[in-house]
């Protein structure tokens, strides 16, 4: 976008500042749900965020399987922020794993890539079933990422929501202090830019949601031959709420992905 202000476009917590309160509210709902709904941990690799919480239905057998990522811009958070998300889809019977990872600077974004991909052979080796693959903001790159470069017997369907898929809009901002991209790294590791899988994709953004996040979304899921779903009056941070509810219409249309990527069938 010529003239665009990078900037403003993508650092969402200085274009949202209630995000500390909506940050907050999340910590809390996503530990009372942890604390109704025990998860099981299930490690993908040695290290001590290289583990994700599994909740799984209740009398549901081979269940239907969401992979979710949290976001945080690759260099925050980890799953126990967004336990929460994992409610709506729980209660309709799809098992839901929330997937921590190592942190830019800390490590390179594409390490991140590498433990998403471990992250989802490990749930697969576990539940053997073809999952759906999702998540919010970084953790949305990382969904496409994986419809990309996975197998359709373990990633069969994507449902990022608020993504990222074209990285290099990201090098003139803060952002990137942290990430240490360049315009080679920042292309090698755009979903966007990687071979449409055509499988099942679904990118749902928040109408409130900055331009250029918008237009990512609009654009990703028009190439990858998908559809984009905007959440009307939902910004960067509220666009996860309607996940934690069973009857939402984004967790419905998750639901039906997984119950799709799980039997083969297309989604409804």
Excluded: K
Aim: glycine share 8%; aromatic share 6%.
């Amino acid at each position: 976008m010529i003239g665009m202000d990078a900037e403003a476009e993508y650092n969402n917590r200085a274009r949202v500042p209630e995000h500390p309160a909506i940050l907050a509210r999340w910590m809390r709902a996503a530990e009372m749900f942890r604390a109704a709904v025990p998860p099981e941990t299930l490690a993908y690799g040695p290290g001590p965020r290289e583990a994700m919480d599994l909740f799984l239905p209740r009398g549901v057998e081979r269940p239907p399987v969401a992979l979710f990522f949290h976001g945080g811009y690759w260099q925050a958070l980890d799953r126990r922020a967004v336990s929460h998300v994992a409610a709506g889809l729980l209660a309709l019977g799809v098992a839901v794993a929330l997937p921590s990872y190592d942190l830019c600077p800390e490590v390179p974004l594409a390490r991140i890539c590498e433990q998403a991909e471990a992250a989802a052979r490990a749930l697969h080796a576990r539940m053997g079933v073809p999952m759906l693959v999702a998540g919010h903001s970084a953790g949305g790159h990382l969904a496409a990422w994986l419809l990309a470069r996975l197998p359709e017997e373990v990633a069969a369907a994507a449902l990022p929501v608020s993504g990222l898929f074209w990285l290099e809009p990201l090098l003139p901002t803060s952002i990137n202090a942290a990430l240490g991209l360049d315009a080679e790294t920042a292309r090698a590791l755009s979903p966007a830019l990687l071979p449409a899988p055509g499988r099942p994709l679904v990118a749902a953004v928040g109408g409130e949601e900055s331009a250029e996040f918008l237009r990512q979304s609009r654009e990703f899921a028009a190439l990858w031959g998908g559809r984009c779903e905007v959440l009307e009056g939902l910004n960067h941070f509220t666009v996860l709420g309607p996940l934690s509810e069973p009857r939402h219409p984004l967790t419905l249309r998750a639901a039906a992905l997984a119950r799709a990527a799980r039997g083969g069938l297309s989604p409804v």
